[in-house]
């Protein structure tokens, strides 16, 4: 791994540093991920912490010199969450765990409602003044105390908590929303003058535990897509032990291992196959719904499903190495990436809950002290607004009556989820269609994208280069052009190298040796053969050498409108002849240009090939902007060109060779190469290798930002229009919290839409 190519964003392990991924329990809202991250971030030697409020995962770099994990995890328990480091038991047990919370919240929830139902069709019956109801507020208050104690005691220790490490969070308005509400019931029992709310009290609470219940499962629903995908797994293999097949459990396969899978059965490691012939359904790692050929020496991915005949395969990768755990790795990176927009939630959040307490104190006060003035506001308000009325009841009521709503409106979970959830969905629904987001940033920067670069060889065409053409000079031959281009390109590892080689012996024309072979990156190369400097490469390379082209031109420029690389062949600076090479357009290219210029996106090709070839392969594919005669070195500078003159640009490669042009674009786009997409410097990986998924990738990176602003912006803008309303008490506290309570789902709903997600 070069650090040039490094992400920023990617959980590294660089030299020296550690890293290590901590399950959390007993976050719920934004502020708690802020809290544990900064709790995290005050452990000395911790370089830094990203902390998933979806996932319930913390991931923390650090120096293991000067922190370690225990130290962290204390850190975390003293903030009043629990932490232990995620091993693989853990993740089983904290998934049993969650089903048990859930359950525990279930009850809860019964419990709230079973004693809430009842208040609620008394204050009906009460307000109604059908009936005089005596006793009534003690009644009230009798049901009301074990809704709060016992249904609420959580919301309340976490609440006591979060007050005493000085981050108050959601649970924090929540108490003091409720308990105030409750003590209006006791204080008007007393005979002060005010209307008691302690049965909207204990209805906000069962509200409460209501939208946290199905915001829990809503948020389990959203982290299934990856928990598939591990689950895709076979469970066991059938290994060839001393000429017997035996069955062992996945977890005791080795490396260099000989399986047998049967027709119907799941492939259960990545390896090669050594004999027989089948189709295999690669659909769920590549998103290929056709099966694939697989012979001898093909490679075959684990979890894959044999189709039709019998495979033996030598497993070459097993465990965490795999092809899938890989797939799981990056997809749960990207999940905890931070998209740059959430810096700015992340601020808010920090600060919102101490502001609104301080709102609500001040709502409190102004309608004790201000009372006319509050009420005066409230009807100009209201004038606007036919669908509320401000009331006239006494000072007091109304500042406990407009206090509370501030309290339970203005909750943080919603702007804590927009997120998360998003990133959830998006990135879970892209890695069972092939494609691989790997950073949270490029979400974010597609959306400005404006030209797509593709690269010419291998990326737009198949790179299976033939020769198609030998044209000699006069007084030369074939077979000579051939003999002296093949004695100095079979020391050269150059594509173009291979194909004339791989022609020269079709022929049956023997390359001579050669010495002192030198390659010239980007134009060709030199050796010295029997006696004689042999010059092979592009014409330009050949006329700065020096060597008079005049008798090869006409030919030349033939085979480069033809779209043909030409090698032209020199022996002693004296042109002997030119190679034709052609390499063949992959055949859904055409479509993928087409469809990305659909978009309103510029389409440009890059390559080190010559101009006219490169302008004649364009032409073919619909591709206007061409990048031609690129030496291999200048390619980010390039594209640095490109984003200069056009905009923000997605490089589009093969995952081979430099990186230093998909880091320079602002989207980094690999192809990946069969099992391996390990391609460090890549934002996205389109597994499957070809240009089919491009636009698909292109499309669920814009869905999922534009997911993540919409839930932003309901989010926020919901608290920004609820506030002003619930200060000036025209927002009845009972419908601030369900609003609340739908706020949040409609989030968590919103995100998961995103699985229905079609191009
Ligand atoms: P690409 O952008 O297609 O990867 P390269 O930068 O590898 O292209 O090479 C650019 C051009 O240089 C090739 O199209 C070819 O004309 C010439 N060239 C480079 N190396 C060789 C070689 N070993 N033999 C012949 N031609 C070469
Ligand atoms: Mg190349």
Redesign the pocket.
Known sequence: MEAATERPDAPIAGAGSGSVVLDVRGMHCASCVHTVESALKRVPGVADAVVNLTTEEARVRFDPTAASIPAMVQAIEQAGYGAREKTAEVEAQAQDEAALALRAAQRRLLLAWLLTGPVAVLMIIHMSHVLHLPYFEWFEVALAVPVLAIAGAQTYRQAVRSFVNFQPNMDALIAIGTGSAFVTGPLSLMGLPVASYTAVGAMIMAFHLTGRYLEARARGRASQAIRRLLELGAKTARVIRSDAEVEIPISELNVGDVVVIRPGEKIPADGKVLSGASAVDESMATGESLPVEKSPGGEVIGATVNTTGVLYVRVSRVGKDTFLAQVVKFVQEAQSAKVPIQAFVDQVTAVFVPIILLIALVTFLAWLVFPDAMLAMATALAAYLPWVHAQNASPGTLAAFAAVAVLVIACPCAMGLATPTALLVGTGTGAARGILIRSGEAIQTMRSIRVVCL????TLTTGKLSVTDVVPVPERTREEVLRWAAS??RN?E????AA?VRYAAEQSIEAMDASGFA???????EARASDAVVH???DA?LADLGVNLSEIRETVDKLQAEGK???LVAVDRQVVGAVGVADTPKPEAASAVRALKEMGLQVAM?????AR?AHTVAQQLGIERVLAD???GEKAEAVKQLQREVGPVAMVRDGI?DAAALVQADVGIALGTGTDIAIESADLTLIRGDLSTLVTAIRLSQATFRKIQQNLVWAFGYNLLAIPLAVLGLLHPLIAELAMAVSSLNVVGNSLRLRKFRV
């Open positions: 690269d010419k060889t291998g100095v390109e050269s150059h594509p173009i190298a004339v390659a010239v990156p980007g134009k060709g190369a092979v490469g592009k390379y690389t030409t090698v890059i390559t080190g090939d010559n070839t690129v030496l291999p060779n």
